[in-house]
């Protein structure tokens, strides 16, 4: 028999969210097993009892005795509704009364307040919601996993919201659920995000990324750590992170984390940058929606030119990028890190260029394929 093999971050099972809230889903049902054997056994009963008292067998009887059977536990008052012979109508009434006497406290009253009683206190809607939330975070891909519910990350959640990029929040403190849901977070589980059941259990295999946004390093570096063991690859799975101090960032850095960010170096950053270069109304604001995703009508992205591109040698102008995706290239950095700013049609592609690119999300997304669609399947060998 073959040895199962062990993933390269151990064999750990992935938390089932939506398993959970099945089983205590079950656990509702099961409750409801003795009043409902209850019911079965006295409506067997009842119809065994008028089929002996009648001495009939076949099928029209055996219905009438079942809904006579149920009508009679329901209380809800009857005449007979079907024919019955004059000489097993007075017994079928004082079984009929013994029955209602008995079955009454059984199984009107003892499985009726039972399966209200349970209905009313298992909480069902709620643990309902939980299993199609769950349900549908299981289909997520290319989505991200946001550590920590903040002032840092609802701004992060508000701006992937309004992108429509999917996410999972991940918030250790079980205080906090109710202020989520008001935040209106589609899917989130209250867990440590720094083990590898939980981290797996929110799909990161199929994630694009993570950030991790805790007040105390150790719990950024826990889970920092946690991530890059199961997707090493920081191309593929990026990981965003924020430290109070330069040191710790670079610890970030050294572990796996592909950019962090120190909260108050950004900020008194910006705050040179309006001491530098004093804001317009209308300039500032619009960089800097562009540069922290705020607008959804324009965007920036960067492209490498390298080995395999066919455009390399080939003019700006000769390509007619913008012709065909309506994006604009608005500055080239080249390999040695000079830039060029609003290059002109006569402009050289070379190798390692990063070309900045400037419009529309959509008009983005096709310069993107552009792009791909011109590169070489095969490197020639040197």
């Not at 890190?337 to 050289?348: F, L, R, V, Y």
Request: aromatic share 10%; glycine share 6%.
């Amino acid at each position: 028999m073959k040895k199962k093999k062990e993933k390269h971050y151990g064999n750990v099972k992935p938390k089932n969210y939506r398993g959970i809230y099945e089983e205590k889903f079950y656990d509702i049902l099961f409750q409801l097993r003795y009043p409902l054997m209850t019911v079965i056994f006295f409506t067997t009963l009842g119809v065994l009892m008028l089929m002996i008292l009648n001495q009939k067998s076949d099928g029209e009887s055996v219905l009438n005795y079942f809904f006579h059977t149920i009508i009679t536990f329901s209380t809800v008052g009857y005449t007979e509704g079907y024919n019955t012979d004059p000489q097993h109508l007075m017994l079928n009434r004082f079984f009929a009364a013994i029955f209602i006497i008995i079955t009454l406290p059984l199984v009107y009253m003892y499985g009726l307040v039972t399966t209200v009683n349970v209905f009313v206190n298992s909480n069902i809607v709620e643990i309902y919601n939980y299993w199609r939330m769950y349900r549908a975070m299981e289909q997520l891909k290319n989505h991200y996993i946001i550590c920590r519910f903040n002032g840092i990350t609802k701004e992060l959640m508000k701006n992937l919201r309004r992108r429509g990029i999917k996410f999972v929040l991940i918030e250790p403190d079980p205080a906090l659920e109710e202020e989520i849901r008001k935040f209106g977070v589609d899917f989130y589980v209250i867990d440590e995000p720094h083990k590898r059941s939980v981290l797996l259990g929110v799909g990161i295999e199929e994630a694009k990324g993570l950030v991790s946004a805790f007040e105390e390093n150790t719990q950024d570096l826990s889970v920092i750590v946690t991530a890059r063991l199961i997707r090493p690859d920081k191309e593929e799975f990026m990981i965003f992170a924020t430290a109070t101090t330069e040191g710790a960032a670079e610890k970030m850095r050294l572990l796996g984390a592909n950019e962090v960010i120190v909260p108050d170096v950004s900020v008194g950053r910006r705050m040179t940058s309006f001491i530098l270069h004093p804001p317009s109304p209308v300039l500032s604001g619009f960089l800097e929606k562009i540069a922290y995703g705020e607008r959804t009508d324009i965007d920036i992205m960067e492209i490498r030119i390298d080995e395999r591109s066919e455009l390399i040698g080939k003019k700006l102008k000769e390509i007619k990028m913008r012709q065909e995706t309506g994006a604009t290239i608005v500055a080239i950095v080249r390999a040695d890190g000079k830039m060029k700013i609003a290059p002109s049609g006569d402009t050289q592609i070379k190798e390692g260029d990063s070309l900045i690119i400037l419009g529309h999300p959509k008009a983005l997304k096709r310069a993107a394929e552009f792009f791909e669609t011109h590169i070489k399947e095969e490197v020639a060998e040197r």
